[in-house]
């Protein structure tokens, strides 16, 4: 994460996410998109999913995996430049981000409708669809995943979603984690959290190395989706039996709304 060191970010423009539709939007340049039909045979293929209930087209599409309903709508035309834009400076990940997404031709809207009560079940099967889409298509670029506001490029992405074979959570697909460098001390915040029904987390003038922050706040982010905990004021955090980081719930910082504190 050595990249991190002199990153300076600062509060991402909010998106909101409305209902219990959760959607990212693959981006491609040229003429040509996804084919559904080699979508659906990696899906089946390398991920092991039963895709059923297929209708439609290379346009718009719908399918079931595991009890949910999958839309698949491809649009002709680039996203508007506008909800791009401002998002460019925080997306650390992507090298290039701004000349490789100004060029992109066309998108296609993945809509994990309304199903389960269980986010990380619709957001893994809402990866999973992106990465056999990057997979399968040769000129897709990456993915707009618009309620974390994150911008992700596609070998990245792939590799990101890989980690579901293994049975890690792929946060970085669905958390945007945020880092502000002020002098010699180093802040960062998620932003994100709220789609599975966690508290927002932030780190406030610490002077630990921000590689060291981000890797921790991973694990962090890794243990409370996986294990499905809820933090709370008061309470600490560690990953040793002497490690005691201290949690404080007041008034977010670089978020709306309140935020949890980690002590670090």
Do not use: C
Not at 99 to 116: D, F, L, R
Request: aromatic share 10%; net charge negative; hydrophobic share 40%.
């Amino acid at each position: 994460m050595g990249f991190l060191k002199n990153l300076i970010g600062s509060k991402p423009k909010k998106t909101i996410h409305k209902g219990n539709v959760i959607l990212s939007m693959p981006l491609f340049k040229g003429g040509e998109a996804y084919i559904l039909a080699d979508v659906v045979e990696d899906l089946k293929s390398y991920w092991g999913l039963s895709v059923k209930a297929i209708e439609g087209d290379n346009m718009t599409a719908t399918f079931v995996i595991d009890g949910e309903l999958i839309a698949l709508a491809l649009m002709p035309l680039p996203i508007p430049a506008e909800e791009l834009e401002s998002l460019y400076d925080y997306a650390y990940l992507w090298d290039g981000v701004t000349q490789e997404v100004k060029a992109h031709t066309m998108h296609a809207i993945v809509s994990v409708m309304s199903g389960s009560d269980d986010p990380l079940k619709r957001y893994s099967i809402l990866s999973k669809v992106n990465a056999s889409i990057l997979r399968t298509s040769e000129n897709a670029i990456g993915v707009y995943q618009g309620a974390s506001t994150l911008l992700l490029p596609k070998n990245l992405y792939i590799d990101f979603a890989e980690l579901m074979k293994d049975d890690v959570l792929p946060i970085s697909l669905w958390v945007y984690i945020g880092i502000i460098n002020d002098g010699e001390k180093r802040n960062l915040y998620t932003y994100g959290m709220k789609e599975f029904g966690k508290a927002e987390i932030e780190i406030i003038n610490s002077t630990k190395d921000a590689s060291d922050l981000y890797d921790f706040l991973l694990s962090i982010l890794q243990y409370i989706l996986s294990e499905n905990v809820t933090l709370s004021d008061g309470e600490t955090i560690g990953f040793t039996e002497n490690e005691k980081i201290k949690i404080t719930a007041s008034k977010a910082i670089y978020l709306e709304g309140n935020s949890l504190k980690l002590e670090l």
